[in-house]
T-cell receptor, first 111, second 113 residues
Framework: GENVEQHPSTLSVQEGDSAVIKCTYS??????FPWYKQELGKRPQLIID?????GEKKDQRIAVTLNKTAKHFSLHITETQPEDSAVYFC??????????FGDGTTLTVKP | GAVVSQHPSWVICKSGTSVKIECRSL??????MFWYRQFPKQSLMLMAT?????????EQGVEKDKFLINHASLTLSTLTVTSAHPEDSSFYIC?????????FGPGTRLTVL
């Protein structure tokens, strides 16, 4: 089955700096790659996603890149703010709605 | 976006009892729903795929007789944790997808004493 690895497990940045989280996946059939932000005790919230026919996608301060050949994708957050502090998960999906998640990255943005 | 609800949001039960969790798609029909479990400070792990009108598909290592799934209508799937034990204490989250994007329920915090 699919295996998703995520790094780093923890990331601490100064407010205003950029944060980068990287993931790799194993199954070349995966075609949908969402990123989620999860606050303590709450459901994951989709922040951005990318499909396998696209190499890069941007939404304001958030961007995702995908390298299908290398089977890795990355999340980039620019101009970080304290409210960006949370746990971030990458995921890979073949079937709609059925995702394999990375282990998560705890992002701390220091004011 | 689509809305998925889950009930209850939290439940405390005694060891050996059974607990039922409901997952509903409120504004779309879902022939398939997914059940995840998340232990503290860990990732979401897929437990099973709930299929409307047929048997659920369980992931490796998940006991189908312990985690009973029923998907009797296009908007409702239920997960019953039978003979719950303290190690079953976890955050259970369902999801459904009208398209490829996944919509999660708010989760159910289960504590087994």
């Amino acid at each position: 089955g699919e295996n998703v690895e995520q790094h780093p497990s923890t990331l601490s940045v100064q407010e205003g700096d950029s944060a980068v989280i990287k993931c790799t996946y194993s199954d070349s059939a995966s075609n949908y790659f969402p990123w989620y932000k999860q606050e303590l005790g709450k459901r994951p919230q989709l922040i951005i996603d990318i499909r396998s026919n696209v190499g890069e996608k941007k939404d304001q301060r958030i961007a995702v890149t995908l390298n299908k050949t290398a089977k890795h994708f990355s999340l980039h957050i620019t101009e970080t703010q304290p409210e960006d502090s949370a746990v971030y998960f990458c995921a890979a999906s073949i079937q709609a709605g059925k995702s394999t998640f990375g282990d998560g990255t705890t992002l701390t943005v220091k004011p | 976006g689509a809305v998925v609800s889950q009930h209850p949001s939290w439940v405390i039960c005694k060891s050996g009892t059974s607990v039922k969790i409901e997952c509903r798609s409120l504004d779309f029909q879902a022939t398939t729903m997914f059940w995840y479990r998340q232990f503290p400070k860990q990732s979401l792990m897929l437990m099973a795929t709930s299929n409307e009108g047929s048997k659920a598909t369980y992931e490796q290592g998940v006991e189908k007789d312990k985690f009973l799934i029923n998907h009797a209508s296009l908007t409702l799937s239920t997960l019953t944790v039978t003979s719950a034990h303290p190690e079953d204490s976890s955050f259970y989250i369902c999801s459904a997808s009208p398209h490829q994007e996944q919509f999660f329920g708010p989760g159910t915090r289960l504590t087994v004493l």
